[in-house]
């Protein structure tokens, strides 16, 4: 299709839906600079807007600049992430942050091969940063986008495979305007969480749907082709929440990678492990017998975890407990650290029972 044509069908309309019925006072867009567009497009991704807007305005308030993001530590950047989950998002961008005011004099770079390099930033991120805060015509392909396109001009096959990714993101380019990327980038990110909705689009409302191929042939619900599904594995672990008479709690900080990179977390051990015999041969402990606290389970993308919680009150500490990789914390510092979910939910179960 030319390009001409494609503007009439596709971006023209678009935008003047966009003009109607688009978002234009999200707070990253008030003003849509570049450290504002960056942070909510990482924060956003896996996370609905409206779970997002808390977290970027507090997020705001604590770093308003690069620089001040660059110079927090890894805790306070962590602590203002607890509960958005995918933790190395917030450890990229911290380290991002670093390498922009080292590198670039806090100044975002403006072409996209350098901010793809930068840590955490994938090519829709960057495209998405270079669109809407310079106005540069580079496409974004973020889920709703593939949705939005997949339907439109029929493309089969699930979207994460490599051909069909770069089909759409093909076609994704195509279809972007020359004037107006900024808008254009966030109408389409509009229609695809608005109207072109995952379940029940609202095609009779859409400003696309005189071309939408899926519309005409009565196949929204068809695209974008569904991943086979896996049986997702469960996993087991047991979480202990260590105080003594003070009411301090032990938690240990986990390594930068991994689960729970870089978060302070309860200490854990095999299920099968007595925990009191566990506990004495590795911190040489004088404790009490565990108490149940809380069980639940927990998802993350690849599997799902059951947790078990006991609590137990240690008598006395020794010299061994202090040269691990944990700290005893009084119950108003844990506001201030970088804390996994499953012992936030843990925390406030054993607040609830014991104080
Ligand atoms: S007509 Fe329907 S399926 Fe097509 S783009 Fe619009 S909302 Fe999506």
Redesign the pocket.
């Known amino acids: 299709m030319i390009k001409s044509d494609l503007d009439n069908q596709f971006s023209k309309p678009l935008l003047q839906w966009f003009d109607l019925y688009g978002r234009k006072d999200l707070p990253w867009q008030l003003p849509r600079e570049p450290y504002r567009v960056w942070v909510s497009e990482i924060m956003l991704q896996q996370t609905q807007v409206q779970t997002v807007i808390p977290y970027f305005n507090r997020f705001m308030e604590h770093f308003p600049t690069v620089t001040e993001l660059a110079e927090a530590s890894e805790d306070q950047v962590l602590s203002l992430w607890s509960g958005l989950g995918y933790y190395s998002r917030a450890r990229n961008l911290h380290h991002t942050a670093k390498i922009i005011k080292d590198d670039y004099q806090s100044l975002f770079p403006t072409e996209l091969k350098s901010l793809i390099d930068l840590p955490g930033i994938g090519p829709s991120t960057a495209a998405a940063i270079l669109s809407q805060a310079f106005n540069q015509p580079t496409a974004i392909l973020d889920g709703n986008v593939k949705r ?1 396109l997949s ?2 001009f029929l493309i089969k096959g699930w979207p994460e495979q490599a051909q069909v990714k770069k089909t759409l993101w093909d076609l994704a380019q195509s279809c972007m305007p020359d004037l107006r990327c900024d808008d254009y980038t966030q109408a389409i990110m509009d229609l695809g969480a608005t ?2 909705t995952n379940k029940n ?3 009779l409302n ?1 400003p ?2 005189s071309n ?1 191929l ?2 005409e042939n009565k196949e ?1 619900h068809l695209y974008p082709t569904k991943k086979l599904k896996k049986v997702v594995p469960l996993h087991h672990q047991q979480l202990l929440v260590l105080y003594n008479d003070q009411g301090h709690i032990y938690l240990e900080k986990r390594p930068p990678t991994g689960l729970w990179g870089g978060l302070w977390c309860l200490p854990s051990i095999d299920k099968e492990d007595c925990p009191l015999d566990f506990l004495k041969l590795r911190y040489a402990l004088q404790g009490n017998n565990p108490k149940k606290l809380i069980d639940f389970k927990h998802k993350f993308s690849h599997f799902h975890l059951e947790i078990n919680a006991l609590s137990i009150k240690i008598d006395k500490l020794n010299n061994q407990i202090a040269e691990s990789t944990g700290q005893w914390f009084a119950k108003e510092q844990l506001t201030s650290l970088g804390l996994a979910k499953p012992t936030s939910v843990i925390l406030s179960k054993f607040d609830a029972d014991y104080r």
């Open positions: 939005v339907r439109f109207c072109c689009p609202d095609c859409c696309l749907q939408c899926a519309f929204q």
